[in-house]
């Protein structure tokens, strides 16, 4: 199996551009996620869908964020507009079933996104 | 308040020692994930534990249920063991971890 796959790996934009990350998880896995690293707040969740539906969204910063899953083998995270604070690592996960405490999550290799 | 604390923060060896790192956690986690992240990689998991022992090459991690505590062990540390090594606590029945902040290890040949 190939893994979780994310693209693009890095990212450099201009404040105010609208950004995509894409990521597409490992076959057959009813979970993704979304998240954020930084080195100030470390790994943040963004979003959480099972079964390709939003379950929590809660982690989404503000309207400038929005993420997809039009199907169980790939999902968008948006921001629109970019602004210099939205400079991190974005993380793409999936796992198995419904993500609980005893289920490994695969994480996909980031995308460094840059907002100059 | 569901938590995960890591120690030591910063640990820097050399080559060849045994390298210990802690994890405790709080009430209502049923599960210790232990993850490694190299400098700008990705972040991979390496054991799932609620409870005993598990051993996976040079790398052994143990779970105390009673006292709430995990450790991560090396033996036999290389240079290419250095990297940021992630505990985080699952619960029953919900899809969120419970993050710790990391150890930070460089191992020096």
């Known amino acids: 199996d190939a893994g979780v796959i994310q693209s693009p790996r890095h990212e450099v934009t201009e404040m105010g551009q609208e950004v995509t990350l894409r990521c597409k998880p490992i076959?057959?896995?009813?979970?993704l996620f979304w998240y954020r690293q930084t080195m100030m707040r470390g790994l943040e969740l963004l979003i959480y869908?099972?079964?390709?539906?939003?379950?929590?969204d809660s982690g989404m910063p503000e309207d400038r964020f929005s993420a997809k899953m039009p199907n169980a083998s790939f999902s968008t995270l948006k921001i629109q507009p970019s602004e210099p604070r939205d400079s991190a690592v974005y993380f793409c996960?999936?796992?198995?079933?419904?993500?609980?405490?005893?289920?490994?999550?695969?994480f996909g290799p980031g995308t460094r996104l840059t907002v100059l | 308040k569901n938590e995960v604390e890591q120690s030591p923060q910063n640990l820097t060896a050399q080559e060849g020692e045994f390298i210990t790192i802690n994890c405790s956690y709080s009430?209502?986690?049923?599960?210790l994930h232990w993850l490694q992240q190299h400098p700008g990689g990705g972040i991979v998991s390496l054991f799932m534990?609620?409870?005993?022992?598990k051993k996976h090459g040079r790398l052994i991690a143990t779970i105390n249920i009673q006292e709430k505590h995990s450790s991560l062990h090396i033996t036999a540390s290389h240079p290419r063991d250095s990297a940021v090594y992630i505990c985080?606590?699952?619960?029953?029945?919900?899809?969120?971890?419970?993050w710790g902040a990391g150890t930070k290890l460089i191992i020096k040949p």
């Open positions: 869908f099972n079964n390709n539906v939003p379950i929590d």
């Open positions: 996960a999936s796992s198995l079933f419904s993500g609980g405490s005893t289920d490994t999550q695969y």
């Open positions: 534990l609620s409870s005993g022992k």
């Open positions: 985080a606590g699952g619960m029953d029945s919900n899809y969120q971890l419970i």
């Open positions: 009430v209502g986690i049923s599960a």
């Open positions: 076959s057959g896995h009813n979970s």
